[in-house]
């Protein structure tokens, strides 16, 4: 069975001292949790204070962007080997927000992720349709193409990969794909992944679901084949939401 992963995008929210408080609350509220992952993404000035809040306890700290050079003359630009500095293990790559509100390219998403593997980052990378493909039919057409174009630069894709499907129609609408909706998209997603880079690979890599997950939600979610985890906006902005999203039941799938 796939480790679940519960991951907080705090997107460009909270202050310092609201952010650390909200770290240390989560730190101390999964003290007792053992089969499950928990990662939060603050925005990029708190990385380091929260990951010295965080240290030692079950937190993995990622953050929401990198570019894909080391370094150089990239104003407002920041590298993955800064993010490894301040302690982060992963990243989120390919947001919807950085696709649709900063017009990022698949040729941008594919650099990001080619150089977050080479220097050990895990990247977390998020696909999703709009409402208007949806409706015409074109999600399958549309995952297909943001996979092709974020692997085309990888000979092989390490189990420690995550994926996110995240229908940007969902994204902060307060709709929510149903479960079966989610698990379909999943499930090909899935069998994208073993078509293309072998049935192991597809079998171990971890495909999270995003788009207003709540604590009233997370337990169908969850419950499906495919959903091996959810990637939470506002609703991991306050401990009590997170907390409950984190502390889903497992069941046999």
């Not at 380091?48 to 990622?62: E, M, Q």
């Not at 049935?199 to 997950?213: C, D, F, H, M, T």
């Not at 506002?234 to 889903?248: N, V, Y």
Request: one cysteine or more; glycine letters at 8%.
């Amino acid at each position: 069975m796939r480790r679940p992963l519960i991951a907080g995008n705090w997107k460009m929210n909270l202050s310092l001292e609201e952010a650390i408080r909200l770290a240390k609350e989560i730190s101390v509220g999964i003290s007792n949790i053992e089969d499950r992952d928990v990662l939060i993404a603050p925005s990029f000035p708190f990385l380091y204070p929260i990951s010295l809040a965080v240290k030692g306890s079950k937190i993995f700290l990622g953050a929401q962007d990198m570019h894909w050079e080391l370094n150089g003359a990239f104003t407002g630009a920041v590298s993955g080997l800064m993010l490894k500095d301040v302690g982060c293990t992963h990243v989120i790559i390919g947001h919807s927000e950085r696709r649709i509100l900063f017009h990022e390219s698949d040729d941008e998403i594919a650099k990001k992720i080619k150089t977050a593997i080479d220097i050990g980052l895990y990247p977390i990378l998020c696909v999703g349709e709009r409402l208007e493909e949806r409706k015409e039919g074109k999600t399958f057409s549309i995952i297909k193409t943001q996979l092709e174009g974020a692997f085309k630069l990888l000979e092989h894709v390490p189990e420690s990969f995550t994926i996110a499907y995240e229908p940007v129609w969902a994204i902060g609408t307060g709709h929510t794909a149903t479960p079966s909706q989610a698990q379909e998209v999943h499930g090909y997603i899935r069998d994208w992944i073993k078509e293309n880079f072998g049935k192991e690979v597809s079998e171990n890599i971890r495909i999270l679901y995003g788009g207003s997950v709540k604590p009233e939600n997370i337990d169908e979610l969850m419950a499906e084949r495919d959903i091996d985890g959810v990637l939470v906006g506002g609703a991991s902005l306050k401990a009590e939401s997170f907390l409950r999203i984190i502390r889903f039941k497992i069941v046999d799938k």
